[in-house]
T-cell receptor, first 114, second 112 residues
Framework: GAGVSQSPSNKVTEKGKDVELRCDPI?????LYWYRQSLGQGLEFLIYFQGNSAPDKSGLPSDRFSAERTGGSVSTLTIQRTQQEDSAVYLC????????????FGPGTRLTVL | AQSVTQPDIHITVSEGASLELRCNYS??????LFWYVQSPGQGLQLLLKYFSGDTLVQGIKGFEAEFKRSQSSFNLRKPSVHWSDAAEYFCAVGHGNEKLTFGTGTRLTIIP
């Protein structure tokens, strides 16, 4: 595929359940980002992966949130024991190299926690 | 701490009219500035970016933005809007470890 893909596009879950959100970055992009977009708010940075370096997790809102990136490509964002305030659109982006090169965004995963 | 303010939550303009979307930032060093557009159901697309040099930046789809350090602003402009420009527009400042801080967005509505 030519762009960043995310799955699922929509996820409805019950409070307390765990969810996994997947991101497939553009092939060859070494940097990968996760953002959260809540209703009426801007995009909130969550976590950043660059190559084999330790990820920057400074934006994760709580220890219920975690992410991994396997083989320098696909990334999974996991939210444990979901809460209603976790409802948002989760966006993934990738960029070719480190250093403010254009970030290409996926279409997002809309998470609804009932 | 860095921050981005987009004071206009919603703007409505007539098709063919000019457009200016405001963005103010707070950042201690030379900022990297971006404008993104998000159409309904789609991801964000980069319109333009400022890293250094000429303070008037040209982007895609006929958009431009001007960096004014004295005003800490990076306003987005277009001389004549088209119905297809209706979308949400986000200003962002880049900093530190390549993170972006986004404004809350401005929703643009185009009326015929």
């Amino acid at each position: 595929g030519a762009g960043v893909s995310q799955s699922p596009s929509n996820k409805v879950t019950e409070k307390g359940k765990d969810v996994e959100l997947r991101c497939d970055p553009i092939s060859g992009h070494t940097a990968l980002y996760w953002y959260r977009q809540s209703l009426g708010q801007g995009l909130e940075f969550l976590i950043y992966f660059q190559g084999n370096s330790a990820p920057d997790k400074s934006g994760l809102p709580s220890d219920r949130f975690s992410a991994e990136r396997t083989g320098g490509s696909v990334s999974t964002l996991t939210i444990q024991r979901t809460q209603q305030e976790d409802s948002a659109v989760y966006l993934c982006a990738s960029s070719l190299v480190k250093g403010f090169h254009e970030q290409f965004f996926g279409p997002g995963t809309r998470l609804t926690v009932l | 701490a860095q921050s981005v303010t987009q004071p206009d939550i919603h703007i409505t303009v007539s098709e063919g009219a000019s457009l200016e979307l405001r963005c103010n930032y707070s950042y201690g060093a030379t900022p990297y500035l971006f404008w993104y557009v998000q159409s309904p159901g789609q991801g964000l697309q980069l319109l333009l970016k400022y890293f250094s040099g000429d303070t008037l930046v040209q982007g895609i789809k006929g958009f431009e933005a001007e960096f004014k350090r004295s005003q800490s602003s990076f306003n987005l402009r277009k001389p004549s809007v088209h119905w297809s420009d209706a979308a949400e527009y986000f200003c962002a400042v880049g900093h530190g470890n390549e993170k972006l801080t986004f404004g809350t967005g401005t929703r643009l509505t185009i009326i015929p």
